[in-house]
Nanobody, 124 residues
Framework: VQLQASGGGTVQTGDSLRLSCTAS????????MGWFRQAPGKEREFVAA???????TYAEFVKGRFTISRDNAKNTVYLQMNSLKPEDTAVYHC???????????????????WGQGTQVTVSS
């Protein structure tokens, strides 16, 4: 599966952005999709993940601010980011677990397919 992320940009503190990730290829979108982010000089970290059913899980630092969703018919997963903070500045990557897997995981090693990332910059 190929993943294409988009929707990043430069915003101010308190603003919102919606990221999109579209899957293409023979198999389409995976049952479990995730968003991760990597800030300069830091390791890539888990942000949110969603299962085919719509059940989801979030990192503590985005709970109440970010919402992950998916449109399986469009092979697309979204990350709605509200109340953005400067510490949210990072490259955001979408990722997919294998087609045979249905369990949500936060572990970066559980995801085998990655998009190229989209830059989110939040200025104070």
């Amino acid at each position: 599966v190929q993943l294409q992320a988009s929707g990043g940009g430069t915003v101010q503190t308190g603003d919102s952005l919606r990221l999109s990730c579209t899957a293409s290829g023979r198999t389409g979108i995976s049952p479990v999709m995730g968003w991760f982010r990597q800030a300069p000089g830091k390791e890539r970290e888990f942000v949110a993940a969603i299962a085919w059913s719509g059940s989801s899980t979030y990192a503590e630092f985005v709970k109440g601010r970010f919402t992950i969703s998916r449109d399986n018919a469009k092979n697309t997963v979204y990350l709605q980011m509200n109340s953005l903070k400067p510490e949210d500045t990072a490259v955001y990557h979408c990722a997919a677990r294998a087609q045979s897997v249905t369990v949500i995981r936060r572990d970066i090693r559980a995801y085998g397919s990655w998009g190229q990332g989209t830059q989110v910059t939040v200025s104070s």
